[in-house]
């Protein structure tokens, strides 16, 4: 197997992690991913090897979603997700999946810049340079974002404890 598809491969949990974090809904971000996989695979030349596999993958999947996002409009979600009864009757499972609710619903309430942002730096863990870059913002911009969305999501935390 090649370079490329070696280091594509093991960024598949990354990119589906990301793809969650954009779309709240994970049928929307297995989609997602699958369509930054076949995009990256069609613009595979224009990759440069020795740069950031991950931050192109990223601002392919970030522009994929726009597309996505300005063609149709969601309804919000009514319905608890088919796997919330997964892991029921496990020890502390009740209490993980209620803190991992209210972190999920702090981050579906920020706005999508707001949760562009921290989804890149504070859950990726790329540099704030990196995921300027990613989002084609001033790194300026994305400190302020990254700001606002942590005191929101603090703020929204606070409350549901």
Avoid: C
Wanted: hydrophobic share 50%; net charge negative.
């Amino acid at each position: 197997m090649a370079a490329f598809e070696q280091e594509l491969l093991a960024l598949l949990p990354r990119l589906r992690r990301f793809a969650r974090s954009l779309t709240h809904d994970a049928a929307d971000a297995d989609d997602l991913a699958q369509v930054t996989i076949e995009k990256a695979l069609l613009a595979r030349s224009s990759w440069q090897p020795g740069t950031r596999l991950d931050s192109w993958m990223y601002r392919i999947m970030r522009n994929a979603w726009i597309d996505t996002a300005r063609t149709r409009r969601r309804a919000s979600e009514t319905f608890i997700a088919e796997d919330a009864g997964m892991g029921v009757g496990a020890p502390g499972a009740a209490e993980a999946h209620v803190a991992l609710t209210e972190v999920e619903a702090a981050m579906r309430a920020l706005p999508d810049e707001q949760r562009e942002a921290v989804a890149l730096v504070l859950v990726e863990g790329l540099a704030y340079k990196e995921a300027a870059e990613i989002l084609d913002i001033p790194m300026g911009t994305l400190t302020s974002r990254l700001v606002r969305g942590r005191q929101a999501l603090m703020a929204r935390l606070g409350e549901a404890a």
